[in-house]
């Protein structure tokens, strides 16, 4: 099972990578580039695996560049609190 295939175990992988990042001095509006990058790279190359992962990329597809980085910042706050 890959760590795509189940949402908490993703999340859990986002947040440890979110943490590695901010611990090499990387900042916010860094970390939320490169998650809008991610997120693009996913909804162009990654079929969702579960149900969270195809809304987030359904949203992601409908959304405008703006409503997409809200998204992607969105979801590296979600990451931080779980």
Avoid: C
């Avoid at 992988?13 to 580039?33: P, V, W, Y």
């Amino acid at each position: 099972m890959t760590v795509l295939n189940d949402f908490n175990q993703w999340t859990s992988f986002l947040k440890d990578r979110l943490n590695q990042a901010e611990s090499m001095g990387m900042n916010e509006q860094t970390i939320q580039n490169v998650a809008h990058q991610i997120g693009d790279y996913l909804a162009e190359s990654v079929d969702p695996k579960n149900k969270e992962q195809r809304l987030l990329a359904d949203l992601w597809n409908v959304g405008t560049e703006q409503e997409q980085q809200a998204l992607a910042n969105m979801i590296v706050k979600f990451v931080k609190k779980h």
